[in-house]
C-alpha cells in the first residue's frame, strides 16, 4: 500500500467514525473497542488515530495495566465494570479482561482453575453487554516474532521511543511459544457469534491501521443513520434572534443536512516513512 493511499484510505475512514459518533449523540448507541495483541503489535497507533478523529467528550481511552491492591482482593471483572460506556460513548479498552487468560495466565498470576473457568466468564460478561445494547468490537493485532525484535529494537535505539519500553516486554517475549498457545485458546474459546474476534496482520503498520478502521466502520456503523439530524426550530429561532441571521441563513440553517465526511490529516507530516513486513491485502 503507497503511503499516499494509505492517508486517504485512513482520512476517509475517520471522517465515517465522525459521523459514527455523532449519531450516537443522544441516543442510547454505545459502543466497546478492545484492543488486544503483541507487544509492540501498533495498539497505541489505532488508539492514536481514533483519537484524532473523535470528539474527546463522549471517546474514552482504558489504558488496562496491572491491577492493584485494592482491585486484586476483588473479582477480576470488577473493575472493568466501573469502566462502561454511558449512552451515547464509544469506550476504547487498551488491553482488556483478557489480561486473564493471557497474561495472568501464562505468568502464574492466575490458577489453571481461574483462567480455565475465565472463559466462561468472560462469554458470560460479553453476552450481557451485547444483550444491554452495546457494540462489543475484538481487535488483536498480530505480528511476528522477527517483527517483534526489528520493533524493540528500534524503539532500544530511538531515544524518543525508550519509554515504551518495560521489563515486562523481554520477559513476556522469553514466553512466546507459551502466549502463542494461550492466545490461541482464547481465539477458540471466547470468538463468539455475539461477539467475534477480528484477527489483524500487523506486520506492515498502515495495513494493520486500515483493516482496523475498516471494521469499525462496518460493526459501529451498522443499521446507523449517517444523515446529520435536522436542527431545533427554537434553536433556530434564539440564532437569529441572537446573531440577527439573514432570511437566507434562516433558510441554508432549516434546509436538510447533506451527509458531508470530513477525514481529518491523517498523519503529522513527518514525511512518509512505513514498516515493512507486508501480509495480505485487503479485498477492495
Known amino acids: 500500500m503507497e503511503f499516499a493511499d494509505y492517508e486517504r484510505r485512513l482520512a476517509s475512514l475517520q471522517g465515517v467514525l465522525q459521523l459514527i459518533q455523532q449519531a450516537y449523540l443522544q441516543t442510547s448507541e454505545r459502543a466497546i473497542i478492545v484492543l488486544e495483541g503483541w507487544d509492540t503489535g501498533g495498539k497505541g497507533g489505532i488508539v492514536r488515530r481514533l483519537g484524532w478523529a473523535l470528539d474527546p467528550r463522549s471517546f474514552k481511552v482504558n489504558p488496562v495495566a496491572s491491577p492493584d491492591e485494592h482491585e486484586r482482593a476483588q473479582h477480576y471483572l470488577q473493575r472493568f465494570w466501573r469502566r462502561l460506556p454511558e449512552k451515547g460513548q464509544i469506550v476504547v479498552f487498551d488491553r482488556s479482561w483478557y489480561g486473564r487468560v493471557l497474561v495472568e495466565r501464562v505468568e502464574g498470576f492466575a490458577t489453571e482453575a481461574e483462567w480455565r473457568r ?167
Open 118 to 284: 475465565a472463559y466462561r466468564e468472560i462469554n458470560e460478561f460479553e453476552r450481557v453487554l451485547v444483550d444491554s445494547g452495546i457494540r462489543l468490537v475484538k481487535l488483536f493485532l498480530h505480528i511476528t516474532a522477527d517483527e517483534q525484535q526489528r520493533r524493540f529494537r528500534n524503539r532500544l535505539i530511538d531515544p524518543v521511543k525508550r519509554w515504551k519500553l518495560s521489563y515486562e516486554d523481554f520477559r513476556n517475549r522469553r514466553r512466546w511459544p507459551e502466549y502463542e498457545t494461550a492466545i490461541e485458546d482464547m481465539m477458540a474459546e471466547t470468538s463468539t457469534e455475539r461477539a467475534p474476534w477480528h484477527l489483524i496482520p500487523a506486520n506492515d503498520k498502515p495495513y494493520g491501521r486500515i483493516a482496523a478502521f475498516r471494521i469499525f466502520e462496518d460493526r459501529l456503523g451498522r443499521n446507523v443513520s449517517l444523515e446529520p439530524r435536522p436542527i431545533d426550530p427554537d434553536l433556530i429561532k434564539e440564532a437569529k434572534r441572537v446573531l440577527g441571521l439573514s432570511s437566507s441563513d434562516m433558510k441554508r440553517a432549516a434546509a436538510p443536512a447533506a451527509r458531508r465526511v470530513n477525514g481529518k490529516r491523517s498523519e503529522p507530516k513527518r514525511g512518509s516513512r512505513m514498516a515493512g513486513g507486508r501480509e495480505a491485502l485487503l479485498d477492495d
